[in-house]
């Protein structure tokens, strides 16, 4: 159970297109969708936080023009990198926490490796 | 905001030798203190974690030690084998909505 289904898993884009990842919650509500950045053998960096029908939170340093984050339903979150660059190119992880599990409820999806070019 | 610092980043040792990774956390209200494992392009696997109320706690090979006075918590894995070669992340869970911080990360190679 708790699963996170995060799409796509991989993609290639050119410079200035918009990007959009999906992270759906298969069999819970997600109210609350942390969303991560990881470069190559580099920590996951917490980006955002999205609640269920408000505006997500931005972590400092986050461009909130850049990194759209929706969360419009307890079972989906998205986040779209809207024109994109090179720079961009990243791992993108999202997570969500999970009310009853003994460690506090946190399952990842399976990650979104974006190459702009 | 919790910030974590994760040392070493780099950590070889000859299987069945035992391994530590030292992590130090700065906010005193984080109470949650998750590992993980992540192989190359995979997402994070929970591999141990440990509550703010609890000084040590062990599942087979591994064990997690917190000092909550000291603000830091330690992996230790024990007998390691090839398999637990990958890198290993600690993270840290405070009061602000429940955002879990990582730590740099440690690359652990076994080797056999």
Not at chain 1, 9 to 29: A, H, M, N, P, Y
Not at chain 2, 57 to 65: C, E, L
């Amino acid at each position: 159970g708790a699963v996170v289904s995060q799409h796509p898993s991989r993609v290639i884009c050119k410079s200035g297109t918009s990007v959009k990842i999906e992270c759906r919650s298969l069999d819970f509500q997600a109210t609350t969708m942390f969303w991560y950045r990881q470069f190559p053998k580099k920590s996951l960096m917490l980006m955002a936080t999205s609640n269920e029908g408000s505006k997500a939170t931005y972590e400092q340093g986050v461009e909130k023009d850049k990194f759209l984050i929706n969360h419009a339903s307890l079972t989906l979150s998205t986040l779209t990198v809207t024109s994109a660059h090179p720079e961009d190119s990243s791992f993108y992880i999202c997570s969500a926490r999970v009310s009853g599990l003994s460690n506090y409820g946190y399952t990842f999806g399976s990650g979104t490796r974006l190459t702009v070019v | 905001g919790e910030n974590v610092e994760q040392h070493p980043s780099t950590l070889s040792v000859q299987e069945g030798d035992s391994a530590v990774i030292k992590c130090t956390y700065s906010d005193s209200a984080s109470n949650y203190f998750p590992w993980y494992k992540q192989e190359l392009g995979k997402r994070p696997q929970l591999i141990i974690d440990i509550r703010s109320n609890v000084g040590e706690k062990k599942d087979q090979r591994i064990a997690v030690t917190l000092n909550k006075t000291a603000k830091h918590f330690s992996l230790h894995i024990t007998e390691t084998q090839p398999e637990d070669s990958a890198v290993y992340f600690c993270a840290a869970m405070g009061n602000q909505g429940g955002k879990l911080i990582f730590g740099q990360g440690t690359e652990l190679s076994v080797k056999p």
